[in-house]
């Protein structure tokens, strides 16, 4: 039964006020906020030493978790598609456990882990500081970014098959050619598209984060950190939304190259 042209007015109108309501009213309000005393003022505000350093370790977590979660996410969505073996379902499940565990109980997981008092308290002993320093909370960004490589990958290989490998195989290619010539284009845009994701989370990443990082401004605060040390701990409201501005600016360039990519991937 197809709706009448009221119903979908209808409709589409309370979509868009729940959507204005819920999102577009508040990015409006911290934008007037950031600009209200002119665009001189913002570039101060997100020029200071303390948020060119939070600018910096978000990149520098970026960098390290990016080609990490790359090596990962193809692997086992190798392995997913392609193998068969025992506990197939178990590493699943474990793919998708970021979805399900809140952020607060990755940082409390890798505190109890890798703390000082932890599993694996040697570590910090032997004077490799683990957690309140960078390896943790790249830890923490690389367990919440976990699914989204292998998710926007595995249903790529599903599609493609594996006839055009088997092909390679039979005509002599080795193991390493196959993906590098067969399977590495296939999958280049799920891949793309997953790396984008990553980003995106990585970069807008709070709560495990803040759980293993020591807070240290100028040191160990990424730019979500920042947000939240200038408004709760030195009631810097206009720093705090001078620095949610460009986090946003950031988001948004991160979604338009996401829709782009969205695009290429289905035209291709």
């Known amino acids: 039964m197809t709706p009448s042209t009221p ?7 309370l979509a868009l006020g729940y959507l204005g309501i819920l999102v577009l009213t508040p990015i409006v309000l911290i934008l007037i906020r950031t600009f209200e005393d002119g665009l001189l003022a913002f570039w101060a505000s997100i020029t200071t030493p303390a948020a060119i350093s939070a600018l910096t370790l978000s990149l520098i977590i970026i960098a390290i978790v990016v080609p990490l979660n790359v090596v990962f996410g193809i692997v086992t969505a190798l392995a997913l598609v392609r193998g068969r073996f025992p506990g197939r379902g178990i590493v ?3 793919v998708d456990l ?5 952020p607060i109980v990755v940082g409390a997981s890798l505190i109890l882990l890798w703390g ?4 694996l ?10 957690i309140f320093a960078l390896p943790g909370m790249v830890l923490a960004t690389i367990f919440v970014t976990l699914p989204f490589v292998v998710r926007e990958v595995e249903p790529v290989l599903h599609e493609i098959g594996e006839e055009q490998e088997q092909a390679a195989a039979t005509l002599g290619a080795s193991r390493w050619q196959t993906f590098w010539r067969i399977t590495l284009p296939a999958i280049r845009w799920g891949l793309t598209y997953g790396v984008v994701l990553t980003v995106a989370r990585a970069l807008g990443e709070f709560g495990a984060v803040i759980m293993v990082s020591a807070g240290v401004a100028g040191q160990s605060q990424t730019l979500t950190l920042l947000v939240h040390a200038r408004y709760v701990d030195d009631f810097n409201v206009y720093g705090a939304y001078a620095a949610s501005t460009l986090l946003m600016l950031l988001a948004i360039l991160t979604l338009l190259l996401m829709t782009v990519l969205d695009r290429k991937r289905k035209t291709t």
């Open 121 to 130: 308290g040697f570590i910090d002993e032997a004077g490799f500081k683990v």
């Open 92 to 94: 699943q499940a474990i």
């Open 116 to 119: 000082a008092s932890g599993w």
């Open 7 to 13: 119903a979908r007015l209808s409709l589409r109108t």
């Open 98 to 102: 970021p979805f399900a565990v809140s």
